[in-house]
């Protein structure tokens, strides 16, 4: 292991790139090929800054077009007013005057234009998918079964970015496991120790998320008999998750982007702002861009989250990451309810290869763990898998796929275990279903529950409606038939 050193750390687009600074001298960053650093990005200048490199390191801008700013790290900029280090710094986010050098500290944030930086102290050793023990359980699990070059790259970003305090935007389609991505940036960082909060911004109103985040005092509203601390009061030294950001009223999407500029927090029915030492990790299965243009989201609360975004690429696209990923969702299931382990057939596994897997990992979870349940042999072959419809008893008193359909003249559909926000699944309530039973009516029905959170990835809702039940006799069933409430999603 070498000795650590410092290095500057930009972040251009879904890479991140680590320059190893002198141990003293001048370095020059612009967009020009004769800069020492060289950051090919529109919004930086030919010649836009240089660090002076010393004991200690300033920065310096040359007059760029689109400016340069330094962050202080949160716990810098929450240091003591006569701390000579915070005296000597520019405002936060403030522009950087031409030719007039200032610190730039370590875990400092760098702005250039658009262009992300931070100054790190790195042992020069490198990284790939983290052993286990770095990660929360499943999150070190699932990242010892990642084969495809392209997911083990945002890994490598990830573990990159851990260390610092910037905001991370982690994109993609449900399901394809940006919690627990998010799950290995705050276990990898210094904050690994500190409370970790999911925050789901679609499941809460405008005026219970307001209060939930922020907290509220006593007499703010009819019912707040006490004074309360939010959520990110809360969490703070920690990592705030927060999912499906893009379904954030636009109400609280004001109040979070000041939460984000000034690490401050005022509680509803207060007008006293409270610091907090927080990092924000944001996930979105949407657009953001285009919600922009159509006033769904803050395009300033945009620029505010995506200071790194790391696209996760869906599962049909890592046809690599299938198998593994099956093989150890199966062993979990097994050992979890002291079944024994069977194989995966070639065939099957070729299936599984080929689906178009809509709920992306998640699906192939449920998928995984149905088959473990009802499969007929010491290895689950293509007929054990729930991947086109949604299975009936058969003659035998076996779990078979039917030619299940939705009751419309129009559509020729296979009910699928997952769908978009149209749900086709709620229409279930007019599906025709030809089987015939053979086991007990109590078993028919506890396998019918099984089948319908399989095909709904364990949305108790969804499966609800597709059996007509109530989502309170679904729940009554799964404990007359001792059936384990599902998990949270991944």
């Not at 102290?121 to 070059?149: K, T």
């Not at 995506?306 to 198998?323: F, G, H």
Request: net charge positive; aromatic share 4%; proline share 6%.
């Amino acid at each position: 292991m070498e000795e650590a050193q410092r290095e500057l750390v930009f972040y251009l687009g879904r890479a991140a790139h680590a320059y190893a600074l002198p141990h003293a001298g001048r370095v020059s960053v612009g967009r020009a090929p004769e800069n020492d650093i060289q950051v090919d990005d529109p919004s930086v200048s030919r010649h836009h800054l240089c660090l002076h490199v010393g004991a200690n390191v300033e920065v310096e801008d040359l007059g760029s077009a689109n400016g340069t700013y330094v962050v202080p790290s949160v716990q810098d900029a929450q240091a003591p007013a006569d701390d000579q280090t915070r005296r000597n710094k520019h405002v936060l986010g403030a522009r950087l005057s031409a030719q007039k050098p200032v610190p730039l500290n370590l875990k400092d944030s760098l702005r250039l234009g658009s262009v992300f930086a931070e100054l790190q102290l790195r042992e020069r050793v490198s990284r790939s998918i983290p052993p286990p023990g770095v990660l929360a359980p499943e999150a070190s699990a699932l990242a010892q079964h990642i084969l495809d070059p392209v997911m083990a790259e945002r890994y490598q970003l990830a573990l990159r970015i851990a260390g610092s305090n910037l905001t991370v935007l982690l994109t993609g389609e449900t399901g394809v496991g940006k919690e627990i991505l998010a799950e290995t940036i705050h276990t990898n960082s210094t904050r690994a120790k500190s409370p970790f909060l999911r925050l789901n911004c679609a499941a809460l109103s405008e005026s219970l998320l307001e209060s939930e985040l922020f907290g509220h005092e006593r007499g703010a509203f009819t019912g707040a008999l006490r004074s309360r601390h939010g959520l990110l009061e809360a969490t703070d030294g920690g990592t705030v998750f927060l999912d499906e950001i893009g379904e954030l009223p636009l109400g609280i999407q004001a109040k979070l982007l000041r939460v984000l500029e000034e690490r401050k927090v005022t509680r509803v029915g207060s007008s006293e702002p409270r610091p907090i030492d927080v990092r924000f990790v944001a996930a979105t299965n949407r657009d953001l861009r285009q919600d922009v243009i159509v006033g769904k989201f803050r395009k300033d609360l945009l620029f505010r989250i995506n200071a790194v975004t790391i696209q996760v690429p869906p599962l049909r696209e890592r046809i690599a990451d299938i198998a593994p990923l099956a093989n150890h969702f199966l062993k979990q299931f097994c050992s979890k309810n002291g079944l024994p382990v069977p194989t995966i057939g070639a065939p099957a596994l070729l299936r599984l290869q080929e689906h178009g897997w809509p709920g992306n990992v998640r699906e192939l979870k449920n998928v995984i763990e149905l088959a473990a349940f009802v499969r007929r042999g010491a290895s689950l072959s293509v007929d054990d898998f729930l991947l086109d419809g949604l299975p009936a008893v058969s003659n035998t008193g076996e779990l078979a796929i039917l030619n299940t359909r939705v009751a419309d003249p129009d559509t020729t559909d296979i009910i699928s275990p997952v769908r978009g926000p149209s749900e086709r699944a709620t229409t279930a309530r007019s599906l025709e279903i030809s089987r015939t039973v053979s086991l007990s009516p109590a078993e028919d029905e506890r396998q019918r529950v099984l089948a319908a959170l399989a095909s709904c990835g364990g949305n108790q809702t969804r499966a609800a409606k597709l059996l007509g039940f109530s989502r309170r006799t679904l729940v009554n069933r799964l404990r007359e038939y001792n059936l384990p409430r599902p998990k949270k999603p991944l």
